[in-house]
């Protein structure tokens, strides 16, 4: 019988509990959920960011802990978690952040607002161009950028990925590292950022990389808030460098009331809701990943400490 530890903001436990017993019992997993058991006798960490849970120290038999979210910034370099970390990599959560991605793609592309919002009784039959002709980059080729810029590639844009690595994707023309930053974002259409938050990534949309984008870009930043260099945003918003940034992580969340982002007539502000993790979907994983564990197999979406990824 393994103890499980489930470590959640308080309101994920009523959703998760049931999902969770049932995917341990398909894998013929014989565990005890709890929210508070005695951390000796923990075997496995089910986790998601919370106010309770700092110190990971006492739990010295713990094989793993076993993220409930993608992004790990907020952990990840917790010195007491000295035991494998995994993420969440989730078909609910991928799905998820491709539909919110291309639906707010789209809506800039085919200048949805100016019609929504523009019933004034004129007729502005400008037609809006074809994807093809607005080139798309996708900052970060992993679960979810490589996801997203497939589904874009799908609708017609021409789409360039760029990562750490250089990643194969089918669809997408593929760059690297820092040196294939620049070359990625040069004279790109539209920018979306689905990259970590790590110290690499700070503001890698800053003053300059902007100035690489083709003149009114639109950038879509369902990505972490550090990402952006807001003051370099919105200079670059004031000057018709970027035609609109639609945001939905910050580096201050929920966004403060007085922030400019908030009342820019350029900007459109989601509240951290592009995608999340689906009870249903991100159970298997977690399952999954405590029957590798318990069969001596490397865990799947294993955190590279050293990356911060
Ligand atoms: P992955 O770890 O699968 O992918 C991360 C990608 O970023 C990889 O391609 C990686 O490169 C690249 N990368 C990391 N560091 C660098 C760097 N220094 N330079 C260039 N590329 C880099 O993450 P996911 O796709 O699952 O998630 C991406 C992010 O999306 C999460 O970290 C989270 O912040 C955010 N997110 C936001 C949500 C929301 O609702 N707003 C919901 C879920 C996630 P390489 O391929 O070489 O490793």
Known sequence: ???????????????????????LAAKGIKAKLGTDLPPEEVDYIVYAPNDRLKDFSPFVRCRA?????????????????TMPLARMVDPGL??????WVTGHVMRLHLEMDRHIFGQDGVWRPEVPPLARHRPVTVLGMGA?????????????????GWSRS??????????AGPDGLAEALRDAAVVVLLLPDTPETTNVLNAETLALLRKGAFVVNPGRGPLIDDDAMLAALDSGQV?????????????????????????????????T?????????????????????????EVDRARGY
């Open 94 to 99: 991928t799905e998820g952040m491709r539909e």
């Open 65 to 81: 802990v076993l993220g409930l979210w993608a992004g790990v910034e907020k952990i990840v370099g917790n010195k007491t978690l």
């Open 144 to 160: 979810l950028g490589a996801a997203c810029g497939q589904a874009l590639a799908a609708l017609g844009f021409p789409v360039r």
């Open 243 to 275: 035609g609109h940034a639609t945001l939905d992580v910050f580096r201050t969340e929920p966004l403060p009331v007085g922030h400019p982002y908030w009342a820019h007539p350029s900007v459109t502000v989601t509240p951290h809701i592009a995608s």
């Open 166 to 175: 250089l990643r194969k994707v089918e669809g997408i023309e593929t760059f």
């Open 277 to 301: 993790t689906r009870p249903s979907s991100s159970v298997t994983v977690i399952a999954e990943n405590v029957a590798r564990t318990e069969a001596g197999l490397p865990l799947l979406h």
């Open 1 to 23: 019988m393994l103890n499980i530890l489930f470590a959640a903001p308080e309101d994920y436990w009523p959703v998760y509990e049931g999902l969770l017993r049932d995917a």
